[in-house]
């Protein structure tokens, strides 16, 4: 028997983003110190939002609220990605640690993808729902 998510904790998809963030923030320790207060921020400020993206979107009622924040999570995701490529190609830290987090960030992506996937055809289920319930009071009347 699977174990009930109780909280955004529970979910793989946090789980692997969290591993995520750890390691951005282990390799930008490696930049150099004058990109303190461009990429390096940069980059920290979108991993630091792709976790509390996904909890927002955990903690929404419907569907289509969920996959809003998912949605905003994969651009951040993608914004990561795109900084860290140009950091790995000025040579700002070690190939081994851009392996890494780019094999994370696969991984993420790829569960992030699902799970809007899921969402979406949930969220068109839940509106088609909403519209018989609605067609059936408005022909009671």
């Known amino acids: 028997m699977e174990a009930r998510i109780k909280s955004f904790t529970d979910i793989k998809i946090w789980q692997e983003a969290h591993k995520l963030g750890l390691l951005v923030y282990k390799l930008v320790k490696q930049f150099p110190k004058d990109e ?36 905003m999570t994969h651009g951040s995701l993608a914004e990561i990605q795109n900084q860290l490529l140009l950091a790995r190609d000025v040579k700002y830290g070690e190939a081994v640690g851009f392996k890494k ?27 088609s729902r909403f519209e018989l319930q609605a067609f059936a009071t408005e022909r009671s009347m």
Request: proline share 2%; no cysteine.
């Open 101 to 127: 987090f780019a094999d994370q960030s696969v991984v993420v992506s790829k569960l992030l993808s699902g799970l809007i996937r899921s969402t979406k055809d949930k969220a068109n289920s839940q509106a």
């Open 36 to 71: 303190r207060f461009s990429l390096t921020s940069q980059v920290k400020r979108a991993v630091i939002s792709v976790t509390p993206h996904i909890a927002k979107g955990f903690s929404r009622e419907t569907f289509l609220d969920n996959n809003h924040f998912y949605i």
